[in-house]
């Protein structure tokens, strides 16, 4: 065949234009540019919950930088989910995926990841939960519904701050410590939904601030359908009302004072550890912070139901406590499965020490408020993250989260995380790996021993050494102090 000369050979062909290129492929371009982006090991383990175009999307820096919005959240949720590792092993993290990924390493300065943590937008971090929330959610089953109630804990807990001057003003450290001899401590009051085992919100206050003011904070995260479960210092006559005023029960312990008031043989007996009683309402507002219309809109008098329960005390001896509640029927709501709904907010003093203890965030190092409470974020992403992976696991499963260990999916995480570099653009091969995490982390069952005895205490002593009692400049030590015996 004759081949025809070319036409107006002179001209350039970038004259023609380019070919028109369809909308599909343009996405699929976006999507293989989200995916390099994202070199993290923790982005394809968690690639359903938190698809990287998603993230892509929801970031508002456009510019090319190594430390995007992206790559930051992946580097300090690694240190997060590694227990609170330090910034410079984060920075050795984001190396070795720029070297992955063949781009050129960022100089090892911690200064700048420092700083592009503290440029994290809060709304990009809002999003993100909101996203692993709504995926707990859909994988919630009946059988983790109490009668068709979901249930809800709120307690409040305290952390340590690095002792700056920002940290010491917003959270001042305990009076009983000298000044420059202690760290400043911050309250925290959060939510966990025990149906999807997340924590769904927190506030950050003093730690002198009473815990009431945190649940008027985060009454919001209560709807219709809900069982609201804490102890006696959420025991209020205002957040009882307002809770049932929103169509949300409520199983709270009887607080003390109204404990030492309490006459058993008052009211209408139900059965032998059940009563009905009238509450009036008090005087004045409590501590609880309402708002003088809301105050004057609660009833005047509600009914309410006290249960008598015995449980193990600290010291492994039987005792008895009163809960009260504004479940009402004995018949639908037996005194012995309201007690143990109670005994269920024992679940959210181990998620504490989930996040404390075996996170080891029981001191944060950040030098202001603002980085104190963005961590405390990223510990509840990374926290909820981990839940949503249980969940996903046991879909369609007779097992409950409760069986699943926290530290032992830690440990799996630690030990799998190596074979999911590189797998974000092999879907078969990454579908595969995370069936097979998936199916190990349902092995890792814990034995359910209920009642078994726990004291709070610790076998291993602390060293002699003294207590810091003046500022360090200024202080003496006693040479003789840590080798000090009492007498026989």
């Not at 590694?82 to 090892?108: D, Y």
């Not at 149906?195 to 927190?202: I, N, Q, Y």
């Not at 809301?294 to 449980?311: A, C, G, H, K």
Request: charged share 30%; with cysteine; net charge positive.
């Amino acid at each position: 065949m004759k081949k025809l000369p070319p036409f107006l050979p002179g001209l350039s062909t970038k004259l023609q234009g380019r070919r028109r290129r369809r909308q599909l492929e343009i996405l699929k371009q976006k999507r293989a540019e989200a995916i390099d982006a994202s070199h993290a090991e923790l982005a394809a383990l968690f690639h359903d919950i938190l698809p990287a175009d998603w993230l892509s999307s929801i970031a508002s820096d456009q510019r090319e930088s190594i430390y995007t919005q992206a790559v930051v959240f992946w580097a300090w949720l690694s240190q997060v989910m590694e227990q609170n590792e330090s910034c410079a092993k984060a920075l050795a993290r984001v190396e070795g995926w720029c070297e992955a990924a063949g781009e050129s390493r960022p100089a090892f300065d911690t200064s700048a990841y420092c700083k592009a943590r503290g440029r994290l937008p809060d709304e990009f971090l809002d999003r993100i939960h909101g996203r692993i929330e709504r995926f707990a959610e859909a994988r919630v089953e009946n059988h983790q519904l109490w009668r068709g109630l979901r249930i809800k804990a709120i307690d409040g807990t305290s952390v340590k701050l690095m002792d700056t001057p920002e940290n010491q003003i917003k959270y001042p450290q305990p009076s009983a410590q000298a000044k420059g001899c202690g760290f400043p401590v911050m309250g925290i009051v959060g939510v966990l939904d025990l149906a999807r085992g997340t924590l769904s919100d927190f506030i950050t206050c003093p730690f002198r601030q009473h815990d009431i003011k945190g649940f008027y904070q985060l009454r919001g995260h209560f709807k219709a359908g809900d069982l609201a479960v804490g102890d006696r210092a959420f025991c209020s006559y205002e957040m009882l009302a307002l809770l049932a005023a929103g169509g949300v029960h409520s199983v709270m312990r009887l607080h003390q004072r109204r404990d030492a008031k309490r006459d058993w043989k008052a009211g209408r007996r139900i059965d032998r550890n059940s009563r009905l009683v009238v509450w009036r309402k008090p005087a004045k507002k409590g501590a609880t912070g309402l708002g003088s219309e809301e105050w004057d809109s609660l009833p005047t008098t509600m009914e309410l139901r006290y249960v008598r329960t015995e449980v193990p005390g600290r010291d492994g001896k039987p005792r008895t406590i009163y809960l009260v509640t504004t479940l009402l029927d004995g018949d639908d709501y037996p005194d012995e499965e309201v007690a143990e709904v109670y005994h269920q907010r024992w679940g959210i003093e181990v998620k504490i020490r989930d996040i404390k203890t075996t996170m080891k965030f029981e001191m944060l190092r950040v030098k202001t408020p603002a980085m104190a409470h963005r961590t405390v974020k990223m510990i509840q992403i990374a926290y909820n993250l981990i839940k949503a992976r249980q969940a996903e696991a046991i879909r369609g499963e007779a097992i409950s989260l409760e069986e699943l260990g926290f530290k032992a999916t830690l440990d799996l995480i630690d030990e799998c995380l190596g074979g999911f570099a590189g797998l974000q653009r092999h879907p078969r091969l990454l579908a595969r790996s995370l069936e097979m995490f998936e199916q190990r982390l349902r092995e890792r069952l814990l034995p359910l021993r209920p009642g078994r005895q726990e004291p709070r205490a610790v076998k291993t002593r602390p060293k002699p050494y003294q207590y810091l009692t003046k500022p360090r400049h200024e202080f003496t030590e006693i040479q003789h102090r840590g080798k000090y015996r009492k007498a026989a």
